[in-house]
């Protein structure tokens, strides 16, 4: 009786009731609208990263291990196991740090849960209708959790992608292995001992590898709690449990209260990248892009460039004099003088070596980031910045403080994201299967067996 009565107010017990009894018909068509076009940009920039040297080593190691091959590895012709399937597409699919974000889990939400759920869709022979619950219910209990421990979880040095992902990962597993609340209740608690990943490896490959980590061990969970395993009832809420250990303060009672209420894909929503670099980078990338247009600045032209940020953003920044292609995603002062001096931040401009655009690299001695205590410091706003940029003769510009393109205030139109999918999916698959595709998670929630889309994701043989 006293264990029945602990498993109905505890954190874990609230957020499986979730994962049990939240359906599509409670989702409202706002959200459905952003799973489509979170499936959409996932699937692009997934096949984009499946050739990237992280989904490389992945793979191998999976073939080497071996596994049931029920489930598709995107991008190659990889079959393997559900687990195996969702570390390899988590990994190629953040690879180039172009997957959509979310400011309440200060993390990225859709490459990990779109990982977890086709592999667990295809082993389960799912439909389009259960995937997209999974994700809603995955997405809604990433950002929750997101809101409820950020910022504090992220400032002590988590990649909420994984360190909070894992538990999102687990719930949207959960739901399409179809666990009771019971098993549910073990499934979060064996995630949330799971759950790790930090940024002190942020620019190296172990950062994309988070988020297969967090959709291989959500499936994991959910595959080990469907056995029997089992785990504390007060693993997220306890004196010892991951609140305290992860972000050192208590989950508050009501953190959870508008979960299924209100919906954070509608609320914090997607913010969709138009640029393969870390987010906090993209404020000053459109800001400089829309100098460069208007004044047509070349970069020999430039004195200095001066970069206000939140005061959460150097530790994450940190890579001043980056050495390789993964450290300039962590650069503000490459990203600030690519957009620049080069006109354009791209998938080309990552390319492995040094930088070989000499204005570029000149320019970047030239760039300065700079804690700006007055601009605003919401959840939503960590990604902010102002500008300035003082010429060589004399002139000065500035930009005051504003978000990006992609935000959730500011969104990329569908043709923008569609433009993005196509040209991340057509090297991939082809003009006309990439084409069709699109058209095909355009319905996502209608797709009778989900087999027949992930049929269409493989790739030539490696």
Not at 442 to 457: C, M, N, Q, W
Request: charged share 20%; aromatic share 4%.
């Amino acid at each position: 009786m006293a264990d029945s009565i602990l498993a109905a107010v505890t954190a874990i017990a609230r957020l499986a009731e979730f994962v049990v009894h939240a359906g599509i018909a409670d989702c409202p068509e706002a959200a459905i609208v952003q799973v489509r076009r979170a499936a959409l940009d996932t699937i692009g920039v997934t096949l984009a990263g499946a050739s990237e040297p992280v989904a490389r080593a992945v793979r191998a190691v999976a073939r080497a291990e071996g596994g049931i091959p029920l489930c598709t590895v995107l991008g190659s012709t990889l079959r393997t196991s559900p687990g195996w399937a969702a570390l390899a597409n988590g990994a190629a699919g953040h690879a180039h740090d172009f997957d959509d974000t979310n400011f309440a889990l200060l993390g990225h939400p859709s490459v990990p849960l779109l990982s977890t759920a086709l592999a667990c869709a295809e082993s389960e022979t799912a439909d389009g209708a259960a995937v997209t619950v999974a994700f809603v219910i995955g997405f809604e209990i990433s950002a929750t959790l997101g809101q409820a421990l950020n910022p504090e979880h992220y400032a002590r040095g988590w990649h909420a992608t994984s360190s909070i992902g894992t538990l999102g990962c687990a719930a949207a597993a959960a739901r399409l292995l179809g666990l009771d609340a019971a098993r549910v209740r073990h499934a979060l608690a064996i995630a949330a001992s799971l759950a790790s990943g930090l940024k002190e490896n942020f620019g190296s490959m172990t950062k994309p590898y988070h988020a297969g980590h967090a959709a291989a061990n959500g499936v994991r969970a959910a595959m080990l709690a469907r056995e029997g395993m089992t785990a504390s009832s007060t693993a997220l809420d306890g004196t010892q449990g991951y609140a305290a250990a992860f972000s050192g303060a208590k989950l508050l009672p009501d953190a959870l209260d508008e979960l299924g209420r209100t919906w954070q894909l509608v609320g914090s929503g997607i913010a969709v990248k138009p640029y393969p670099s870390c987010a906090l980078t993209h404020a000053a990338i459109d800001a400089l892009l829309e100098l460069r247009a208007r004044h047509t600045i070349e970069a020999a032209q430039v004195a200095t460039v001066e970069v206000g940020v939140n005061h959460l953003v150097p530790e994450v920044l940190r890579h001043h004099a980056p050495s390789n292609a993964l450290e300039r995603k962590f650069s503000m002062e490459f990203c600030a003088a690519a957009a620049l001096g080069a006109g354009r931040v791209d998938i080309g401009s990552f390319a492995d070596g040094p930088v070989r655009d000499e204005g570029v690299r000149a320019l970047m001695d030239r760039v300065r980031m700079v804690v700006d205590p007055a601009l605003p410091d919401g959840l939503e706003q960590h990604a902010w910045c102002r500008v300035s940029v003082r010429l060589t003769d004399g002139r000065a510009f500035d930009l005051p403080p504003r978000g990006a393109s992609g935000h959730p205030g500011v969104p990329l139109s569908d043709e923008r994201l569609r433009a993005k999918f196509l040209g991340c999916a057509e090297p991939a698959l082809g003009r006309d299967a990439a084409l069709a595709v699109a058209d095909q998670l355009g319905h996502l929630e209608a797709i009778p067996d989900i087999r027949a889309l992930t049929s269409r994701l493989g790739g030539a043989e490696e």
